[in-house]
């Protein structure tokens, strides 16, 4: 059974930095996606980054966090992480490691393509 973990959350102030890990367990292979969405409450879930890994390693981000957070990945250990760096209040939200395992024709953003989500880590930014 697949399972995706994640860690790093907590509180920082504005301009500060924070890096979240997901782990994956139960997949002995490489995902062929592996991302980061977020939700803030009463918002809906929104994709932040996201790594293309049978495509060579390529990366998406969300035109909010372009320049601030760096997304990367561990093929061997199956894990991926956010680094978030000048954060911003806008930034607090439920952060969630998603992954899949064939790639498919919806854009890296939508939420109906992970077949696979981690229980979710809060991130708090003050101001």
């Known amino acids: 059974q697949v399972q995706l973990v994640e860690s790093g959350g907590g509180s920082v102030q504005a301009g500060g930095s924070l890096t979240l890990s997901c782990a994956a367990s139960?997949?002995?292979?490489?995902?062929?996606?592996m991302a980061w969405f977020r939700q803030a409450p009463g918002k809906e879930r929104e994709g932040v980054a996201a790594?293309?890994?049978?495509?060579?390693?390529?990366?998406f981000y969300a035109d909010s966090v372009k320049g601030r957070f760096t997304i990367s990945q561990d093929k061997a250990k199956n894990t991926a992480v956010l680094q978030m760096d000048s954060l911003k209040p806008e930034d607090t939200a439920m952060y969630y490691c998603?992954?899949?395992?064939?790639?498919?024709?919806?854009?890296?953003?939508?939420?109906?393509?992970?077949?696979?989500w981690g229980q979710g880590t809060q991130v708090t930014v003050s101001s």
């Open positions: 139960g997949y002995d292979y490489s995902f062929a996606f």
């Open positions: 790594v293309y890994s049978s495509g060579g390693g390529y990366t």
């Open positions: 998603a992954a899949k395992i064939v790639p498919d024709s919806r854009a890296w953003w939508v939420v109906a393509g992970y077949t696979y």
